[in-house]
Structures are given as C-alpha cells and as structure tokens.
C-alpha cells in the first residue's frame, strides 16, 4: 500500500497488476465469476458427501478417495499418454518432449531419502528443463507430470525462440502453459472411455486440481484484496479481523452442506507462502481458465489454434501477457473464459453425479 501511494497508483492492486500491465478488471471479472458460480461447488461438496456415505461432509473429506480402486499408472505409459494427448501441437513438441522424459533425464522422478516433496520444474537458456517430483505410479502423479512438462516445454520452445532479455515469462502465462498440458491430456483420456474406475480416477485428479486452482485460489483472493483495501481505508489488521473474514469467505464457497471448524478454516491464509506475494494467488485461477480456453480451440480442431498456441508458448517475456494470450485467441480482459472453464467444472460434476 505504501509503495502503491509513493508511485501514485490509484490502489495496491493497480500497482501489483500494472507491471504486466493488466487491467485491475481482470482481477474483478474473476472474483465475479467465482462468486457466481458458487453453487457448483455447493453441489460437489454435497455430492461428495452422497458418495462417501456421510451426513455431513469437512473440508478434508474432499480429499477423501470416492473408490477404494486403485488405478495404476507406469511412468511409461504416462509419458505415452501425455504424448498423444499433446500430438495436436505437432510431431516437434511430441518428440522433444518424450526425448525429455525418456532420454534426457529432465525428470527426477521417484521418491527418496532426503528428497523434498512437490513439484516443480526449473533451469534457465542452455541447460535442460529439469523436473522435480515424486512419481508414485497413479493418475494424479501422471497429470503433476503433465502439468510440470508444460511448464518445462514452455521453458525449452521460449530459449530456442528469444534472445535471453525475452527468456522468461510471467506466472499469468506460465501457470496457463502448465495447465494446458493438463487439460489436453484429460481431454484425450476421457474421450478414450476406458473403464468405470479408470473413469473416475480421472474425473477425480481434474476436481482435485480445480479444487486448487478454481476454489482455494478465488478465495484467498478475495481474502487478500479486501485486507488491502482495509488498509487503504486505514482500517487496522488484527488476527481477529484476518481470520473473521477468512472464515466468512469459506462459509459462503461451503455453503450449507460443509461442516467446518472456524478456528480452522480462519487460519488458512497464514498456511499459504503465496500471500506474501502480492497479488499472485488469482493467477493460478486466470492461468487454467486460459489453458482450458486454449485447450477448447486445439481441440475443436479449430483453424491455426495449435500453431497459435506454439506462438504462445515461445513468446516468453516478449510482450505483455493479455497481448499474448489474446494473439494465441483468448481474451482474458473479458470474463468468458472464467465462465467457459466454470462449465467444464460444472460438466466434470454432472458426470460424477451420474455416476453416484
């Protein structure tokens, strides 16, 4: 806030968006969406509950397994799946991507002594695009896989395409590319068929990171703008207030059907390293809306949209990211896409409803 007034921006999140320069309307149009959409999350905790034969359902049942089947899945064959799911984007992308995963070693893939968990991919222009993860031969380790290789071939098509002052790339686009991957490659599992376990696994793996991206990131959100603008009211922060208001903004996104501990769920915000990073947590959100939005056009076979999406993905830092998307197609000044990836929520919920 004090950074914000010396530099004269009308507000924090003005400043915090203006070095991209994205309009604070982004932001808004996001939190909109969200809001409105609510009642979709409503239904998935109350399915959920359903599911696991619950009368009330907590904040942790959502991780909670709807099968007790497990599905398993070589770090082969989820380099073959990722594989033809991308095979859209080209024989080039396809190839250099398998050569990472098999015979480059980009990946270290398994778990052990020491190692930390997560993931997470990282190099710079001369060296490779390394993964970090911890493969434990199921669906969500594949998709983690896809996701960090998005990442990674985002890293390697920007250092063959800029010159190193363009080398980089914001988090707005970077968390877009990884969730492409992922959403190109759910796309292509599901539309195989496959069986009812496999079919729920991957249904599951897709709530489980929207659940992330699409619920627990608009909250917190909307938590750390209001705190802001309480500041610029110059109304004070004290526990008290932080964790009042982060216990209301769940309350809502849980509606009647969730269960929860105030106490809890009010400390959440101080659980997340992200909130000490201004106005960072609403890119994951705005990310998988594009890459869904992008995902949409290759997968219609719509006319250029996989050679746009190439442009998009080796552009780098070499114009702001709204510029960027927008040239690859997808306006994320407007709230469509928001919107767009809301129904592929909604329509991964009417799936599951269907079958419990």
Known sequence: VFHARVRRYPSSLDAALGQDNIPAAVYHNLLAVFQRHLPTWHRYWDLRRRALGLTEVQPFDVWAPLSSQEVPVSYEQAVDWICEGMAPL????VSAMRRGCLEDRWVDRYPNLGKQKGAFSAGRAGTMPFIKM?????????????????????????????????????????????????????????????????????????????????????????????????LERGEPLTAEVMNGRMT????????????????????????????????????????????????????????????????????GSSAYSLDILRQAGVDMSTPQPVEEAFGILAGYVDELERLF
């Open 90 to 93: 080209g024989p080039d992308y």
């Open 134 to 230: 911890s493969y434990l031969d199921d669906v969500g380790s594949m998709s983690t896989l896809a996701h960090e290789l998005g990442h990674s071939m985002h890293s390697y098509l920007t250092w063959r395409k800029q010159p190193p002052v363009y080398t980089g790339y914001t988090m707005f686009c970077a968390e877009t590319a990884s969730n492409f991957n992922q959403a190109m490659t759910r796309a292509f599992l599901l539309r195989q068929g496959g069986d009812a376990a496999f079919r729920l696994a991957l249904l599951e793996e897709a709530m489980s990171n929207l659940h992330r991206y699409f619920f627990i990131m608009p909250t917190l959100a909307r938590w750390e703008l209001d705190m802001h603008q309480r």
């Open 248 to 315: 209301e903004l769940f309350a809502e996104g849980y509606g009647s059907t969730m269960a929860f501990d105030p106490a809890r769920v009010g400390i959440t915000w101080a659980t997340f390293q992200h909130m000490y990073m201004n106005y960072y947590v609403y890119s994951y959100a705005t990310g998988i809306a594009a890459a869904h939005a992008l995902a949409k056009r290759v997968l219609d076979g719509e006319a250029g949209a996989a050679e746009a999406t190439l442009d998009f993905l080796k552009a």
